[in-house]
T-cell receptor
Framework: AQSVTQLGSHVSVSEGALVLLRCNYS??????LFWYVQYPNQGLQLLLK??????LVKGINGFEAEFKKSETSFHLTKPSAHMSDAAEYFC??????????????FGQGTILTVHP | NAGVTQTPKFQVLKTGQSMTLQCAQD?????MSWYRQDPGMGLRLIHY???????DQGEVPNGYNVSRSTTEDFPLRLLSAAPSQTSVYFC????????????????FGSGTQLSVL
């Protein structure tokens, strides 16, 4: 079984400040990990993913995340927030390996607010 | 390339009514799934399919039926709508197995907002 916990349902930052969204996972097998972003009234878009290659993963719009097995974490960061980053962010986990499809388990979501 | 198309975008039902949410993808994806999104609960998996004729239950399947007669379509049926089924529903698809091939991505539709009165 897999699960994801996102720490903080709301995060507020000033424009230009560091963005840090926290995600911890639980998985009985090596996981694949994902961050998705949802803008208002839209579907989810993939920001980045970890699939057992490099532990530091770079995504779109300047976001990156680091897989830390010892801490079972996959936190999302961006050095400098922009107003357009305001959205809801979801961390998700899936099984790795040949029997796995796109059956993702999602966290509860974190709403990011960016102040001018 | 349309991607994942969901219809309708909005729907209001009365308790006890039935309806079908449509989902179609034009990417020849093996895997298709339905999620519901509720505030503070993230997305929860309702049903999924790994190919035509193959479906299985997710985390919250009660009150919903699915079928997969073609690769492209994966409709979600509400048998007798209840207020607890008020939610935003997302259909999602992916190419195939997640096994480090670079295709590990779930593509989402734009959602159906359903209200059950």
């Amino acid at each position: 079984a897999q699960s994801v916990t996102q720490l903080g349902s709301h995060v507020s930052v000033s424009e230009g400040a560091l963005v840090l969204l926290r995600c911890n996972y639980s998985s009985s097998v090596p996981p694949y990990l994902f961050w998705y972003v949802q803008y208002p009234n839209q579907g989810l878009q993939l920001l980045l993913k970890y699939t057992s290659a490099a532990t530091l993963v770079k995504g779109i719009n300047g976001f990156e995340a680091e897989f830390k097995k010892s801490e079972t974490s996959f936190h999302l960061t961006k050095p400098s927030a922009h107003m357009s980053d305001a959205a809801e962010y979801f961390c998700a986990v899936s099984r790795s390996g040949g029997t796995s499809y796109g059956k993702l388990t999602f966290g509860q979501g974190t709403i990011l607010t960016v102040h001018p | 390339n349309a991607g994942v198309t969901q219809t309708p975008k909005f729907q209001v039902l009365k308790t006890g009514q039935s309806m079908t949410l449509q989902c179609a993808q034009d990417m020849n994806h093996e895997y298709m799934s339905w999620y519901r999104q509720d505030p503070g609960m993230g997305l929860r998996l309702i049903h999924y399919s790994v190919g035509a004729g193959i479906t299985d239950q997710g985390e919250v399947p009660n009150g919903y039926n699915v079928s997969r007669s073609t690769t492209e379509d994966f409709p979600l049926r509400l048998l007798s709508a209840a207020p607890s089924q008020t939610s935003v529903y997302f259909c999602a698809s992916s190419y195939g197995r997640f096994q480090g091939s670079g295709n590990e991505k779930l593509f989402f539709g734009s959602g159906t907002q359903l209200s059950v009165l």
